[in-house]
Structure formats: structure tokens, C-alpha cells
């Protein structure tokens, strides 16, 4: 069965050129993910890749392909834990630190990126109705932790860095 999936640089050829069957594709393709986001990250992450590729928001040859799939993942948790929020009404500290962290990823991932690649990513962002962080957002998450604890040293931390990076990047 020839199939179509971008591997050693060919489509639907492995790099002997020898012609993939649909299996094989997937089981390479499972392979790259785990290699790039991790064993414990790989199932979702190839769940998204699909997803996305059916809505044509990813192809095999997006030279964005990992970093549209990483923004996925970290939308995806967003999400979770946003739903998690809503439906733990009694110890939400955990989920909000979680979110919190989330949201400074989300950010500092963009943020590391160079100018063009990030504009095809705020792109892509719109178009799959991507949530993405900010440190406004992470620190509304730590300030809601704060109400309940204020004396917790670990979220008061962390708003200082947060704090710290703003006043850097001014």
C-alpha cells in the first residue's frame, strides 16, 4: 500500500526509497513524536497531528509541524485545566498553578521564537482556535492562588519572576 508521509525526505518512501505500507508510516510518524515531545506526551501529541490534519491546519511537510503540535499540546492542557477549574470547587490551588505554568510556557515558547515563525504560528493559532498564555494570565492565575494562600512562597516566587522578566523585556 503506498501512502503518503514525509520520511527520510521523500514522500511515502523510507530512505532506501523503498515504498511504506500505511502501518509503517504511522508506526515512523509515532516514532518522530516520541522523539520530539516525549514518551509520556507522544500519544496526544499524534492524536493532535491528526486532528489538525484533518481540519487542514497541518501537513507532513510544515516545516512549523512540531511547533504547531507543541502550542496544540499546551492549548490542550489549557483547556483541561480550565474545566478542571470549574468543576473542583474546593482545593483549586494545584489546578491553578498548573494553568498558571501552562500559560508561561505558552508564552515563552512563542516568545523564543524569531519574528517570522511566530507570525505563522499567531496565524495558525487563529485559524485552530488555539488558547495560548500570557504573563497577564499567568499572574491572574497566581493572584487567585494568593487570595486563598497568601503566604505561599512558591506562587509569590513566581509572580516575582514573572515581574522580573516583564521589567526586562522593557
Known amino acids: 500500500l503506498d501512502v503518503t508521509g514525509v520520511l527520510g525526505g521523500k514522500k511515502g518512501f ?3 526509497g523503498e515504498t511504506l505500507s500505511a502501518q509503517e508510516v504511522v508506526n515512523l510518524e509515532k516514532k518522530k513524536l516520541t522523539e520530539e515531545f516525549g514518551e ?3 500519544g496526544l501529541a499524534y492524536q493532535i497531528a ?3 490534519k484533518k481540519r487542514g491546519l497541518l501537513t507532513d511537510d510544515d516545516p512549523l509541524r512540531y511547533k504547531k503540535i507543541r502550542l496544540a499540546i499546551l492549548s490542550e492542557s489549557i483547556k483541561k485545566l480550565k474545566k478542571d477549574l470549574i468543576k473542583n470547587k474546593n482545593n483549586q ?3 491553578l498553578k498548573a494553568l498558571g505554568l501552562n500559560y508561561l510556557k505558552s508564552r515563552k515558547f512563542l516568545d523564543s521564537l524569531p519574528p517570522v515563525e511566530n507570525l505563522a504560528l499567531l496565524k495558525f493559532v487563529d485559524l485552530s482556535k488555539t488558547i495560548l498564555g500570557s504573563y497577564e ?3 491572574w492565575a497566581y493572584n487567585a492562588i494568593l487570595q486563598v494562600n497568601p503566604l505561599d512562597g ?3 516566587l513566581e509572580i516575582g519572576q514573572i515581574y522580573e522578566e516583564l521589567k526586562n523585556e522593557s
Do not use: E, V
Open 40 to 42: 509520556d506526551q507522544s
Open 50 to 52: 491528526q486532528d489538525l
Open 154 to 156: 512558591q506562587t509569590n
Open 14 to 16: 523510507s530512505n532506501s
Open 137 to 139: 494570565t499567568a499572574i
Open 93 to 95: 490551588t494545584p489546578i
